[in-house]
């Protein structure tokens, strides 16, 4: 777990860069060319890792995948935020929710056939969907970025880089940044420390913690639009408090129960929360940003998952190695509690810089 850890660090900290750098091309050369270019690396990546044996140039491996293979996630993001308007971007960011969790369903499913057949022929195959979805990117999609200004239009890459200072000076923003840092660094357990830990202390094989993913993504897909439609009826900052509340309960559950029905109720806390939380906030970063800074907003807010991935899998993998494992658990409720709290701090501040929906209800 020490391992698995220390390369999530190196993936996340060459993501960290990357990110940075994708954030700044998207306002400077668009968003259509950076998902490509994404998609490009992505499947660059994949070849690449299916011929890696040796483990010190796997890690070497594990570093230029974080740094290249996302660059396109910005872009994507921002691309959302100029299509639609305000009232329907939770909506559209919900709608990718709902992709995502549909392609986590299926492709698992997919991934185990074909790793029957070959490893090497699912990195391949990984490689060639990259491909495919970067050429239908290119005819059927347009750039969306908002007309420059002669002077934006204008400015260097060393200009474009030097506005993330623009958005660190952004009080409200900063202060939403990192109480997401502490949410999602409950979150982040998930997919890195609760899989081995049900494995070693309670017996759930492999194909058992697929099942509760599979619970993950089926309530999601069945049930994202509705819940999107009635939280976007209240105030953001309250509907994350909300969803974090629910994090905190649903992570430090794990700590106490020790039957299969249990895990499974805890997932599906945890999936209410992650429904409450994931459209709304992308959301309220589209409406933090200025039009023409959409991209390093977005990539800022990035970060919120990269950082966590730092340390936090490599935390939680120390104290399983050396502690009680449960204790991980019991951290995690804590923070969430304190990220919880957070947000409902920081809906004051918000109301105060960004003007709520007037449909909004306290």
Same mark, same amino acid.
């Given at each position: 777990?020490?391992?698995?850890?220390?390369?999530?660090?190196?993936?996340?900290?060459?993501?960290?860069?990357?990110?940075?750098?994708?954030?700044?091309?998207?306002?400077?050369?668009?968003?259509?060319?950076?998902?490509? !270019?994404?998609?490009?690396?992505?499947?660059? =990546?994949?070849?690449?890792?299916?011929?890696?044996?040796?483990?010190?140039?796997?890690?070497? @491996?594990?570093?230029?995948?974080?740094?290249?293979?996302?660059?396109?996630?910005? @872009?994507?993001?921002?691309?959302?935020?100029?299509?639609?308007?305000?009232?329907?971007?939770?909506?559209?960011?919900?709608?990718?929710?709902? =992709?995502?969790?549909?392609?986590?369903?299926?492709?698992?499913?997919?991934?185990?056939?074909? +790793?029957?057949?070959?490893?090497?022929?699912?990195?391949?195959?990984?490689?060639?969907?990259?491909?495919? *979805?970067?050429?239908?990117? !290119?005819?059927?999609?347009?750039?969306?970025?908002?007309?420059?200004?002669?002077?934006?239009?204008?400015? =260097?890459? +060393?200009?474009?880089?030097?506005?993330?200072?623009?958005?660190?000076?952004?009080?409200? %923003?900063?202060?939403?940044?990192?109480? +997401?840092?502490?949410?999602?660094?409950?979150?982040?357990?998930?997919?890195?420390?609760?899989?081995?830990?049900?494995?070693?202390?309670?017996?759930?094989?492999?194909?058992?913690?697929?099942?509760?993913?599979?619970?993950?993504?089926?309530?999601?897909?069945? %049930?994202? %639009?509705?819940?999107?439609?009635?939280?976007?009826?209240?105030?953001?900052?309250?509907?994350?408090?909300?969803?974090? %509340?629910?994090?905190?309960?649903?992570?430090?559950?794990?700590?106490?129960?020790?039957?299969?029905?249990?895990?499974?109720?805890?997932?599906?806390?945890? *999936?209410?929360?992650?429904?409450?939380?994931?459209?709304?906030?992308?959301?309220?970063? @589209?409406?933090?940003?200025?039009?023409?800074?959409?991209?390093?907003?977005?990539?800022?807010?990035?970060? =919120?998952? *990269?950082?966590?991935?730092?340390?936090?899998?490599?935390?939680?993998?120390?104290?399983?190695?050396?502690?009680?494992?449960?204790?991980?658990?019991?951290?995690?409720?804590?923070?969430?509690?304190?990220? @919880?709290?957070?947000?409902?701090?920081?809906?004051?501040?918000?109301?105060?810089?960004?003007?709520?929906?007037?449909? +909004?209800?306290?």
């Amino acid at each position: 777990m020490t391992e698995v850890g220390v390369l999530f660090a190196i993936l996340s900290g060459a993501r960290i860069i990357g990110s940075f750098l994708s954030g700044a091309l998207t306002d400077k050369i668009g968003r259509r060319l950076l998902m490509i !270019y994404g998609l490009i690396f992505s499947a660059g =990546s994949s070849l690449l890792m299916a011929f890696v044996e040796d483990m010190t140039i796997f890690y070497l @491996a594990v570093f230029f995948v974080g740094l290249l293979s996302s660059i396109g996630g910005p @872009a994507q993001q921002a691309m959302v935020a100029d299509l639609l308007p305000e009232k329907q971007r939770a909506d559209g960011y919900g709608l990718l929710h709902v =992709s995502d969790n549909l392609a986590h369903t299926i492709g698992p499913m997919i991934g185990g056939l074909l +790793a029957g057949i070959s490893y090497i022929l699912l990195f391949f195959i990984d490689a060639a969907l990259s491909i495919i *979805t970067a050429i239908i990117i !290119y005819f059927a999609l347009t750039e969306t970025q908002p007309q420059k200004s002669d002077k934006q239009a204008e400015e =260097s890459m +060393a200009d474009i880089l030097g506005g993330y200072w623009r958005v660190a000076k952004n009080g409200v %923003f900063m202060a939403f940044f990192a109480i +997401a840092i502490l949410m999602k660094l409950v979150y982040r357990q998930m997919g890195t420390t609760l899989p081995v830990f049900l494995r070693d202390l309670h017996g759930v094989p492999p194909q058992g913690y697929g099942w509760l993913l599979s619970l993950n993504a089926a309530i999601v897909v069945l %049930f994202q %639009f509705m819940i999107t439609r009635k939280t976007s009826q209240f105030k953001p900052m309250k509907v994350m408090a909300v969803g974090t %509340f629910l994090y905190a309960v649903g992570f430090a559950m794990y700590g106490f129960v020790s039957i299969s029905m249990f895990f499974f109720i805890a997932m599906a806390i945890i *999936t209410i929360g992650e429904m409450f939380i994931s459209p709304i906030g992308q959301s309220l970063v @589209a409406r933090f940003a200025p039009e023409d800074m959409r991209g390093r907003y977005m990539a800022f807010f990035g970060f =919120s998952w *990269t950082i966590p991935s730092l340390f936090g899998p490599l935390a939680a993998g120390l104290i399983m190695d050396n502690f009680n494992p449960n204790l991980v658990w019991y951290l995690a409720g804590v923070i969430g509690l304190i990220a @919880a709290l957070g947000y409902w701090q920081l809906n004051n501040m918000m109301e105060k810089n960004i003007p709520e929906s007037s449909t +909004a209800q306290p």
